[in-house]
């Protein structure tokens, strides 16, 4: 069951108690959906949500009430809002994200041109639509209570087919939306994950981190996940340089076979992590720029822009120009 966060759960759950007028139809009382509610987990529980509400873009308007005060989930937003710029306060919350729920890989990436924050279901089923819209609405918040003014993403992602909601999802979030694609993901450019935070408190960001840390830590494998989330970052840190496993090693300290073992351990390597990032920032830097192929090859970390075009084909089954002019 999807139950990690407690305090998400329980505000969900008063959602579909007290905001009757807001998720439950007339034909159904309050009561009756809480009386469900009381017995099935988080997933099951957006699903619900999802299912009485007449309202499409539910999930943003839930997260934008701002209620969720206790749990892990406000703990967590908490000690991302206390560092130093949205760089580090993503990358926190991002590398904790699995205290609030394991069913979901979040990832924060970034480089000179900013940096996407995605979303990837680890099974089935995915996320119902309306938790997406939530975690985005959610992340968006978070970030403008950490700058202290309304923080507007580059472009929003959703992985759900919703053409017909594109229009008005733009005008929620204040940006481009495009729904369809292959992952979640929030896109923002360099200069809005630059700002200082407001709520900047070095000795506080510690000290949440810890508590934070220490309840991550309790979490099965969370040592290895640990783990990949510093090796994932450290390669979108080092795109362009080197992600060669001698130099991911000798960054993160750790000798070569033993960062072998224990990402095999958790079933992945280096050269997948390496090639899964690229393929992220490939398929962002066609969509969304307009920077040549030998500008991109080069952002990736390949020698040559043919090496790059052989190793988009065999991750997508396309050439880079053609994925661009469909994207």
């Not at 993503?90 to 900013?114: K, Q």
């Not at 089923?125 to 403008?144: D, G």
């Not at 000798?250 to 090639?275: C, F």
Request: glycine share 8%; proline share 4%.
């Amino acid at each position: 069951m999807h139950t990690a966060d407690l305090g998400l759960l329980r505000y969900l759950k008063r959602v579909a108690r007290d905001a009757g007028a807001m998720v439950v139809p007339p034909t159904e009382t309050s009561a009756g959906l809480e009386e469900r509610c009381a017995s099935i987990d988080l997933r099951e529980l957006w699903q619900e949500i999802g299912r009485v509400s007449a309202d499409p873009l539910i999930g943003i308007k839930l997260a934008r009430r701002g209620e969720v005060d206790q749990g892990l989930a406000a703990t967590l937003a908490y000690a991302s809002g206390t560092q130093a710029t949205l760089i580090d306060g993503l990358s926190t919350f991002s590398r904790f994200y699995p205290v609030i729920d394991e069913s979901v890989a979040v990832v924060f990436e970034h480089d000179e041109a900013g940096g996407r924050l995605v979303r990837r279901d680890k099974g089935s089923p995915r996320c119902p639509f309306v938790e997406v819209q939530f975690a985005h609405a959610a992340v968006l918040q978070t970030c403008s209570d950490m700058a202290g003014h309304a923080v507007v993403p580059r472009e929003v992602w959703f992985a759900h087919h919703a053409p017909a909601l594109e229009p008005d999802l733009e005008k929620a979030f204040g940006c481009p939306v495009r729904t369809g694609k292959k992952v979640d993901a929030l896109f923002f450019t360099h200069d809005v994950l630059s700002q200082h935070m407001t709520r900047h408190n070095p000795v506080l960001a510690q000290v949440l981190k810890g508590v934070v840390g220490e309840i991550a830590a309790r979490v099965p494998h969370a040592q290895e996940r640990d783990l990949v989330a510093q090796i994932r970052q450290d390669v979108a840190d080092h795109l362009a340089q080197d992600v060669t496993l001698t130099g991911v090693a000798g960054r993160l300290g750790i000798h070569e076979r033993t960062l072998q073992r224990r990402l095999k351990d958790v079933g992945t390597s280096h050269k997948e992590i390496v090639d899964e990032i690229r393929q992220n920032v490939a398929v962002q830097q066609l969509a969304a720029t307009d920077r040549s192929m030998g500008e991109i090859a080069f952002l990736l970390g390949f020698s040559e822009q043919a090496a790059f075009t052989r190793a988009f084909k065999k991750w997508t089954g396309k050439t880079p120009g053609a994925y661009r002019r469909t994207a």
